[in-house]
């Protein structure tokens, strides 16, 4: 067992039932309303906050800086990374970079296609994938990085960081055996935690976790909080992999407007209740809607 | 085989302005086969050209020719028409036909009538999709012979990512989901395991990442050496 390098990694490496929130940075610089959120809403509730980079490829201040400003306030960030954006020299910098900061959990992910942001003739870079980039965090924390000297011999680093390295994996998706088979070889490169894609079918994903029991890794199952009874659709026809059940829906058709919130939290605690004794804690989704955390953990007997 | 498409007609118009007598060049390889670049494709143009001269009131000559392949040297010969008695030449053969000509006539204005779109074949009747992304370093093997390079939008190497969705890209519903496809080829070959591998970091030098590329026969230099000593 290695040394806890986070609150997160020491929680789950304790057993304990983990929460996370998530933070979008804004467009633009005005940070102050989603550090109010986090402080007011996420601060001493979750045990860890994800910082989103760059989602949905939609252009947005940086995941790094934003983790820096959730340390500062004494709250622990984990530092999402994708793919999409930057080469191997940018990516391998950018973990150097964040490990200075302070930042220690990083979460890696593929990242959606430029074509589904704001920017689509961006270039999608990918030259690393979400599996090569959680090897290239185990090689950079050996001491090496990526390249090497003329003579063909690793490149020696003059200070090694060391990371609580994650990954993702959408439980609910159609053909889940290849995601299973992908998930592997992340664990392989070095994930040690798994945040998952939003699930809404505790039956679903009891029988996911099933399958992946062999990985013997921390999972922490996602779910985006509904706000609405269109969301819900609009999630079912748009996002890949999530699948939220005809019943939910009704649920959230029959709440009156000014009740959403509260249904909304009722409906995610429920989620996280049932789905408890299957995993080691829950990621929570809120897409602005921080203040919804409290009232979740309440329903969820957290 | 190289698939172009043929530039808006506007943008050709544009490209033509300063000009008043103009080849229009076919080419008999990969674009006659896309339907783009052909000798019928090139007579189409320029019958579409000199209509839209009329319309504007401009006076544009325009001449058709089409050789077997813009891209080889030795079927210039075949030329009908003498590039340089025009003012400028519209080639509708892919980019390296344009390139190559404009290299053998570098006193003439070679123009693209089309923009060379990709390595495909054809799949459906009036469909060609990209195949092939000539990368440089051929991962065909090990993915029942689906290039995740060219079919996945992302190029990724180690499997679906988690925009998968029913059979289909994330960014489209039309798009097929380059490593589903794989994935059930492999399933079907008996062959997951080559899923399951890690595979090592791509080596983009091969991929332009160490500049323009060329191929090499040393044999044939060594042969073309010895003959002109």
Redesign the interface.
Known sequence: MTEPVSHLHRALAAGQFVVTGEIGPPKGTNVGPCLHEAEAYLKGRVAAVNVTDIQTAVMRTGSMAMCKLLLERGIEPVFQMV??DRN?LALQSDLLSAYILGIRNVLAL?G??V??GDHPEAK?V???????LL?TMTRLESGSD?GHDFKGNPNTLDGAPKFFKGC???PC???V???I??L??KV??GAQFVQT?AVYDPVAFEKFMKLIEHLKVPVLVGIVVLKSAGMAKYMNRAV??VQVPEPLIKELSAAPKENLKKVAAEIAGRLVRQMKPMCQGAHLMTLGWDDVVPGILANAGL | MIVAERKPIEQILAMLAPYKRVLVLGCGGCVTVCLTGGEKQAEELASQLRLASRQKGLELAVDVDCITRQCDREFIQNLKADPGMYDAVLSIACGVGVGFMSELYPGVPMLPGLNTTFYGTNTAPGLWAEYCHGCGDCVLAWTGGICPIARC???????????????K????KDMDCG??LI?KRLKELGR?DE??Q??P??D?RKDRGAGVRRLIHQELVKLEEESGA
């Open positions: 793919c999409r191997r593929t959606d296609h074509a589904m999608p990918y030259d690393l994938d979400s599996v090569s090897e990526l993702c994996v959408t998706t159609d053909e055996e290849p995601q088979l992908k592997e070889k392989a490169a894609q890949p992999g | 939008s992302k190029s990724l190497i180690n499997g679906t990512c988690g925009g998968t969705n029913h059979g890209c994330e960014i489209n490593w589903l994935y997951l899923y399951r890690k595979r970091l791509r983009h």
